[in-house]
């Protein structure tokens, strides 16, 4: 899976007064694929995609799924300053997608 278009104008459009965004971008982690490789990935997509949204949405919360998020939460805090809207009551880091996806599995 490749990258999105970097600050994709349709990106833009489509995000346009959005309240919530919940960002899931990035590559999984390949076989081999070191955690900085993974970071080098996902912090840039992660990045582009903040900065895309939030250009056209300033008042919106940010739910940051792309892993590494320990990483990409604070690239993100980081974007969200640089535009001069970071608000720390909206962006979050959501950890707990991989325990549903295992609860789910177990269940199943």
């Given at each position: 899976?490749?990258?999105?278009k970097?600050?994709?104008?349709?990106?833009?459009?489509?995000?346009?007064g959005v309240?919530?965004?919940?960002?899931?971008?990035?590559?999984?982690?390949k076989?081999?694929?070191?955690?900085?490789?993974?970071?080098?990935?996902?912090?840039?997509?992660c990045?582009?995609?903040?900065?895309?949204?939030?250009?056209?949405s300033?008042?919106?919360?940010?739910c940051?799924?792309?892993?590494?998020?320990?990483?990409?939460?604070p690239?993100?805090?980081?974007?969200?300053?640089?535009?001069?809207?970071?608000?720390?009551?909206?962006?979050f880091?959501?950890?707990?997608?991989?325990?549903?996806?295992?609860?789910?599995?177990v269940?199943?």
């Amino acid at each position: 899976s490749l990258p999105p278009k970097q600050n994709d104008p349709e990106l833009q459009r489509i995000a346009k007064g959005v309240d919530i965004f919940v960002i899931v971008a990035g590559v999984p982690r390949k076989p081999g694929m070191t955690r900085d490789d993974l970071f080098k990935v996902n912090a840039g997509i992660c990045l582009d995609v903040v900065l895309t949204t939030a250009k056209v949405s300033p008042e919106a919360a940010f739910c940051i799924i792309t892993n590494p998020v320990n990483s990409t939460v604070p690239i993100a805090a980081q974007a969200l300053k640089k535009l001069g809207i970071y608000n720390r009551n909206k962006l979050f880091g959501v950890t707990s997608l991989d325990g549903m996806r295992a609860t789910r599995f177990v269940n199943q």
